[in-house]
């Protein structure tokens, strides 16, 4: 039942992107690398642009309740970073690495990017540092995803948000 659930969450999203948003093949190659390197339910696809960059940010929920979240180039169908979230920074794979609170980081993000935060994830990236990741939406409704590593307070990646598929589990918002 759950990999037919799958099935049919990426079938929807396949539909509905290319419904959407054209004739695109990249998010069909996104997803069949990601369910490749990690099964699990999809709750969420965005796609952002950064660092000239079009990306596919995928999140997975394994067969644990661990989320785990791909980064994918829309080009190539190429996984670029895989990182795995936590549900609070007080998370001790979180907490070990962590200098900055969520406030102080916060408060970083906003200097350079203001606007409201809409959304917090606490994530472990592949070498197992802690990073938040702030989605802000400024006055215009532009929305940026903005990474800030939790040990040195710097904004490690930047990219804009095009669209988002699916919702984002409750504690983090």
Known sequence: MKHRTTTLILSALGTISMAAHGADKGIDNCLASIQKRKAGEVVKVEKIHG???????????????????FMCDAETGEILEVESEVRSPDSLSFRQGRKLTVEDAA????????GVIQEVEYEIEDDGKPTYEFDIVSKDGKEMKVEVDAASGKIIEVWSEEWEIGMESEEHR
Request: proline fraction near 4%.
């Open 107 to 114: 408060a970083v993000a906003l200097k350079r990017y203001p």
């Open 51 to 69: 660092e000239g960059k079009t990306l596919y940010e995928a999140e997975i929920r394994d067969a644990n309740g661990m989320e785990w979240e």
